[in-house]
Structures are given as C-alpha cells and as structure tokens.
C-alpha cells in the first residue's frame, strides 16, 4: 500500500493521478476535508480508503495501519504563507511530520516528504538543496520557518540520511483551485484577463529589477509529480532535494504566456504591493537542480510557454479544472 497525506490537495491528487496511470490504486489517501471543496480533486481518482488526518494519527499510535506499505508520501501541510498562527503551524508542519517520520522509519517505510523553498528566505544564502548547509537559512515567513525547523530536525537526528525531503518551488497547473490566495498566479492571470481583459502585477522597490521582472522558478505540476515519483522508483536515494525546473522566469513572461494561450493581446498594469508583504516578498527563486540531475532524473521540464499554454487551453478554458494527468 502507498499512502499519500494531503492527498485531496493540489500536489496530492496530481500525484494519486500519476499513480493511477501506472494502474496503482492500492493508496490510502489522509487528508482533512473540512469545508471547502478540494474533495472534489478526489472524484475522478482510484484509491483502496481514505482517512481524516487527526484519525490517521491515532491509527499511526495504535498500530492499527495494516502492513505492507510501500512509501508514505507526507504532502499533507498549512500551506499558507501568509499565516500568522505559529502555534498552528509548528503542530500542523513540524510535530506531526516528526510523528509520522519517526513510525515510518522504525518501521522500515520508505517515507518521502514536502519540504518547501520558502525555507530558503530572500535567496541571500543561495539556493542549492545540500543539507549540509541549511542552517544558514533565514525564511521570511512562519510557514516557511515550520518546513525548516522539520529539515534541521531530521539532519539532527540523522534521519535525512534515510528519508526523503522534496523542496517544492513555485507549482502550478490543475486541481489548484480550491487553494484561495495560494492559487497559482497562472489561474488568477487568467481570472483577471476574464474579468477584467488586463492583469495586475506588483511593482518592483529593488532598482535592481524593473516591474514585473521578478523572478521566480515556476514548475507544472506534471513535472512536479514526475519528479516526486523518481523517488519511489530509487529507493537507494535519500536526503533533501529541489523540486524546480532551474530556469527563473519573470512574472511578465508569466502573464504574457497565459494571454497569449487565450489568444489575447498582453495588457499589464503595475500596482502598489501591500506592506503586509513587501518585507517577505521574494525577488528571485531558482532551484538549483544538479543534485536532482545527479541522482538520476534525467527528463526535460516543459517550458513555461507551453506548460501554460497545456493548463489553460486543455484544463481552464474547459472548465476542465479537476481531471487525472
């Protein structure tokens, strides 16, 4: 059995899609459903059961999880960086994945979890994924320090040494769009040109980068979920990696892309960045991937153009937003 947490989520369901393709269905899924509607991102997904999260937990205690299982996929996370309860976020991300990492690894299970780049702050101490050096980060925000206190914990205690910590850049693509504020700015692009024919973007307050030429490594979800089976594949492999594609791109390349797959001229407006952000706005994000490329994985990353160009075309603009990749 393979049990996937966070699995009616954005990246969760993507990767319980890819298992699919490969006619594998014997998946507990966890996550917490609540109520809003990411249980529809589970409707045209096959799986053997699935549990409530704090459930799963008292099933982990008691020993109630019946053997085999493969791999725990551990996506299941307060993903908001825009959170401000630290309290919450140290119980939802911190504690509960040592828990889980902690019984997976007595248990001699593979255990593979979603680390996150916003553990590397502003990028002043760079972005590369050796372990070694990830205590000279400084996250901006309490989400991102949650992800990083899970990372020095499991190089602590020696346990990267047998887990896997998968550090996810700017995702995007299907089955996002239950995520409010945290949507892809791929689907709100599109919402914007919808509503109102232009989009607004943030304004720059770094001479150094001109409006809309911040920039960020946007991955597609596809990719993303390849990438995250790799390591199901080679079991041999542990410790901390990216998840990006190692090409930065620019909102404005990001903006231009989705008007173009609408067949629209490009109409971009800079506004005024809200100070609830401005001091942990990230300029520029690029995965750096040789450690991955090293490893093994070997594959191409669909380009932005047309990673975009295949969300709102074939997904968007088919009201197509939940589906199996």
């Not at 320090?145 to 850049?169: E, H």
Request: proline share 3%; with cysteine.
């Amino acid at each position: 059995m393979i049990i996937v947490t966070g699995g009616a989520g954005f990246i969760g369901s993507a990767l319980i899609a890819a298992l699919n393709k490969r006619q594998i269905t014997d998946i507990l899924v966890v996550d917490q459903l609540a109520s809003d509607e990411k249980w529809k991102n589970l409707r045209n997904l096959s799986f053997a059961d699935y549990v409530e999260k704090d459930d799963f937990l008292e099933m982990v205690a008691e020993n109630k999880i019946s053997p085999p299982i493969e791999v725990v996929f551990h996506l299941g996370a307060c993903t908001s960086t825009t959170e401000i309860n630290a309290s919450y976020l140290i119980k939802n991300n911190y504690e509960y994945t040592k828990l889980l990492a902690q019984w997976a690894t007595d248990a001699n299970i593979r255990f593979i979890y979603a680390s996150s780049a916003a553990t590397y702050g502003d990028g002043s101490a760079g972005f590369s994924d050796d372990e070694g050096q990830i205590d000279k980060l400084r996250p901006l925000n309490m989400y991102g320090y949650s992800k990083q206190l899970f990372d020095l914990w499991a190089r602590r205690t020696a346990l990267l040494k047998k887990i896997v910590g998968l550090k996810y850049f700017n995702v995007f693509g299907l089955n996002e769009y239950h995520k409010g504020d945290m949507r892809s700015f791929v689907l709100k692009a599109f919402e914007q040109i919808n509503a109102k024919g232009k989009v607004g973007l943030f304004k720059s307050y770094k001479p150094e980068f001109k409006d809309g030429e911040q920039k960020r490594d946007f991955i597609y979800i596809k990719d993303a979920a390849d990438m995250t089976l790799f390591f199901l594949d080679n079991p041999q492999i542990t410790g901390l990696f990216n998840i990006g594609t190692g090409k930065p791109r620019s909102w404005n390349d990001l903006v231009k892309a989705v008007f173009a797959a609408m067949n629209k001229p490009p109409k971009i407006e800079y506004i005024e960045m809200p100070d609830s952000i401005r001091n942990q706005y990230q300029y520029y994000t690029c995965a750096d991937t040789a450690k991955l490329r090293k490893a093994g994985y070997n594959k191409e990353t669909t380009s932005l153009e047309d990673a975009i160009k295949d969300y709102v075309q074939n997904y968007l603009q088919k009201n197509r937003y939940l589906t199996g990749i």
